[in-house]
């Protein structure tokens, strides 16, 4: 808005108030004087500018983002710590059996360490990261323990049973905002459910499926926030949370009375890739490989991402145009022939519930 209110525009309109007859070339007194009041009246106009981008959602940051949210009951999400799978022993070789460790022993993994919270079966247990966001989903290996475990003789962090979450960035945080302002969730209707889930720690989006299975059933699918499929044990911690399965169409869960909720996360589907390269000269197929593989994953993360937004009839297509024009920016690569992708030339199109996740990747060339 005040983009014209620059030092040189209100220098010279200052400087056109004085009269003619007094000298105002530059080092004159006249020229001193004003120079530095239009200096602050430059600044003025600036921070007037930031005033009126703070002042509306679409160009506010931080907490200004945050405070105009709030008057829609919209928050921030802080950061979770993850869930994990840890797994332990006793004995080595033919004589190695789990091992139950006590619920509170601590371990550490490189820089992070992980607390025992639950007991899954024996030598399996629940750990949680003491280090809250998404650092703690991205360690695998030998735990080693902080204090002495009589009769461990190994143990080591497996799965990602929950993801951890870094807090909540400004551009999801907007769009949470403008699903609330722009959407009706009322009683149990499909805003409603995609609101409640979205709001469970690790859950991106879900999609869901009204009158799947009869009157009053509904089917929750659901993403995790590092947009892939979740862990039967995150699975079931959502079912707890909507529809407690010994309790169904109670209401001792987020979903309305006598609603039957069925929750099942989203299934990754495995897409070989194959091709013939045509490289640069002093170039070979293993270097390349790495980016090629990394291409592709970044374009199956974003179909993960809109999976949501095509709603509980939306199919997901891979396309192996898109995955060609992503290779061809690679660094080396002259063209790309011969593109299949499981096995068969042309796209592949994916069912409601499904994600495509990268297999094998085979380069000829």
């Known amino acids: 808005m005040y983009e014209g209110e620059t030092y040189p525009a209100i220098m010279k309109r200052v400087l056109a108030r004085v009269a003619n007859d007094v000298d105002k070339r530059q080092g004159s007194v006249i020229w001193d004087a004003a120079g530095p009041t239009s200096a602050e009246h430059a600044k003025m106009y600036i921070e ?3 005033i009126l ?3 509306f959602a679409d160009t506010a940051f931080g907490i200004w983002l945050d405070k105009r949210c709030a008057e829609m009951g ?5 950061a979770t710590s993850a869930i994990r799978l840890g797994l ?13 460790v006590p619920i509170g022993s601590r371990f550490s993994l490189e820089t992070l360490n992980f607390a025992v919270t639950k007991r899954l079966v024996a030598g399996q247990f ?27 003789s190994a143990g080591e962090l497996a799965d990602v049973l929950i993801p951890g979450e870094d807090e909540e960035k400004d551009e999801r945080l907007y769009e949470r ?5 722009n959407t009706t969730p009322y009683g149990g209707n499909i805003d409603d459910y995609r609101q409640k889930v979205r709001k469970i720690d690790g859950v991106y989006d879900s999609k869901i499926f009204p009158v799947w299975n009869g009157g009053g059933t509904v089917k929750v699918c659901f993403i995790t926030t590092e947009l892939g499929p979740p862990s039967t044990t995150f699975v079931a911690a959502v079912q707890e949370i909507l529809d407690p399965e010994p309790y169904h169409q109670q209401g001792n869960g987020l979903a309305p009375i006598g609603h039957w909720v069925t929750v099942t996360g989203v299934a ?4 070989d890739f194959s091709a013939a390269l045509v490289l640069k000269d002093g170039m070979t197929t293993g270097q390349v490989q790495p980016d090629i593989e990394a291409a592709i994953t970044g374009y199956f993360k974003e179909l993960a991402e809109i999976w949501a937004e095509q709603g509980y009839e939306g199919i997901t297509i891979v396309r192996a145009s898109q995955i060609e024009a992503r290779i061809l920016n690679i660094p080396g690569i002259v063209d790309i022939t011969g593109i299949t992708l499981n096995g068969a030339a042309g796209n592949i199109t994916l069912g409601a519930e499904e994600i495509p996740v990268l297999g094998s990747v085979a380069l000829s060339g």
């Open 48 to 50: 007037a500018d930031n």
């Open 53 to 55: 981008d703070i002042t």
């Open 74 to 78: 919209v928050h921030r999400e802080p």
């Open 88 to 100: 332990f022993w006793r004995g080595t070789g033919a004589n190695r059996e789990p091992f139950d």
């Open 126 to 152: 629940e750990l949680t990261c003491e280090e809250a966001g998404i650092a703690g989903n991205q360690l695998f290996g030998r735990l080693i323990p902080i204090q002495p475990v009589s009769g461990l």
């Open 177 to 181: 905002y403008e699903e609330a302002v």
């Open 268 to 271: 990754g589907v495995p897409i």
